[in-house]
């Protein structure tokens, strides 16, 4: 809860037009959130399931000082944790039986295809991406089979369907093919 209260802090301060010193400061302070587990996944709390219709994570583009602060970050947590932050809400959308969480589930996994496809760049986002895809359509094709059996396991653990599958399956082909 600590590293919400953080990232509630630092997420407004994405959005505003700074002077290179408030940057440079504000990029220090996102690089030592997102130097650990907790503060990524306290960041991603607050950044991907803001209520509001017009947050930085709502931009067409991910706010630069983000995308410099995500290079000091540890790939083999921010990926995984990225990845799963398309995943688990692509999968509420039509688990939720209200339609306000239905809907609310909806822009926080928009909101996690525009950041997972802002780091499609690494090798590493492609090979989880491929794996995700090999389980949602049950392909497994080359993908690793640990990777695989990862995915497997944790799509079981939270009971995705078909519709959840097929749902997936879209948004990490729209992450995938994004620009």
Excluded at 102 to 118: H, I, M, N, Y
Excluded at 121 to 126: C, H
Excluded at 133 to 153: H, I, K
Aim: proline share 4%.
């Amino acid at each position: 809860m600590k590293q919400v209260s953080h990232s509630e802090k630092l997420i407004p301060l994405l959005q505003k037009n700074s002077n290179v010193l408030e940057q440079q400061e504000l990029i220090q302070r996102l690089e030592a959130q997102l130097s650990h587990s907790d503060g990524i996944r306290g960041f991603f709390v607050t950044y991907l399931t803001g209520m509001d219709d017009n947050t930085p994570a709502d931009q067409s583009e991910i706010p630069q000082a983000l995308v410099t602060a995500m290079e000091a970050a540890d790939p083999t947590v921010l990926i995984p944790l990225a990845c799963m932050n398309v995943v688990m809400p692509t999968g509420m959308i039509s688990m939720h039986q209200d339609k306000e969480l239905s809907q609310q589930s909806k822009k926080t996994a928009d909101r996690g295809v525009r950041f997972l496809a802002s780091i499609k760049n690494k090798p590493e986002v492609i090979k989880t991406c491929d794996a995700i895809l090999a389980v949602a359509t049950g392909n497994q094709g080359t993908v690793d089979d640990d990777s695989f059996q990862y995915w497997t396991e944790f799509f079981e653990k939270w009971g995705y369907q078909e519709e959840q599958r097929r749902d997936i399956a879209k948004a990490i082909r729209t992450v995938m093919e994004a620009k």
